[in-house]
């Protein structure tokens, strides 16, 4: 059966209001954009999870479909010191790392990850605001590093912790999100260092910001910091898995 996924994109989305973090520019707080969300999540999760193959890929375009200006997500600047330090020495001293339910913990360097599995693909980016914005992202593919990191048996989900933070403020609470070991292992899940050619900046999410090409642009996490491999994320946060859905978005964002 042959389904094209944006047709499963509600209506409502796209009356989402101010996102400000990694996700999107604005946040809904409309109870009927929400119900919307809602009924997104659900046929999503039916149609990529009952109906298509786990490795279906997301559509991918040509070089003369990139956008001559990627449009700016969310948070441009984060002003987390620890990060701040990391932007002033160019990111030299930065190390991701990948822990919790894993047999080897990993602390990789941007040189580590842009020699592991790379990936080049040319994708849609689409913002639970309505817009969407074609760009060309490399990366390192997100499941060969949990390979070698060795994921124990009771992991179930992946959860990605950011630098950035609300209203500039560095005591706030810092974006995260999370995505299942089935979009962890596709093809087109990546830990993008590039963009378009060039090294990720700072407002795009430097160094390496999550493509999660199967859902909405808020799964996307900006400045990861870390990777944690877990068996439930109730306790993290306000315990729905992301910072948005913390705040009454839906975990499952797909597309």
């Excluded at 949990?146 to 500039?168: I, K, M, S, W």
Aim: charged content about 25%; some cysteine.
């Amino acid at each position: 059966m042959k389904l094209d996924r944006r047709n499963w994109i509600v209506g409502g989305l796209a009356a989402a209001g101010s996102l400000l973090l990694s996700a999107c520019d604005s946040m809904a707080s409309s109870p009927a954009v929400r119900r919307g969300l809602s009924i997104g999540e659900k046929m999503s999760m039916a149609a990529q999870r009952l109906l298509m193959n786990r490795r279906t890929l997301a559509r991918e375009y040509l070089s003369a479909d990139i956008a001559p200006s990627f449009r700016v997500n969310g948070s441009r600047d984060p002003r987390d010191p620890e990060y701040l330090a990391h932007v002033a020495g160019n990111f030299r001293d930065w190390r991701l790392r990948i822990d919790g339910l894993v047999e080897t913990p990993l602390e990789l360097s941007l040189e580590d990850l842009r020699a592991a599995s790379p990936r080049t693909q040319i994708t849609r980016h689409d913002c639970v605001e309505g817009w969407s914005c074609i760009g060309k992202w490399t990366g390192a593919r997100l499941g060969p590093l949990l390979d070698r990191a060795g994921l124990r048996p009771e992991a179930r989900y992946l959860v990605f912790y950011c630098a950035d933070n609300t209203a500039d403020n560095p005591r706030a609470a810092k974006y995260y999100e999370s995505i299942d070991l089935i979009d962890a292992y596709h093809e087109q899940t990546i830990l993008a260092y590039a963009l378009n050619d060039e090294p990720l900046r700072v407002a795009h999410g430097a160094p390496i910001r999550l493509r999660v090409e199967r859902q909405l642009g808020y799964k996307h996490a900006k400045f990861v910091m870390r990777i944690e491999a877990v068996e439930s994320f109730a306790q993290i946060g306000g315990g729905k898995g992301g910072y948005w859905e913390d705040r009454g978005y839906e975990w499952y964002a797909g597309i």
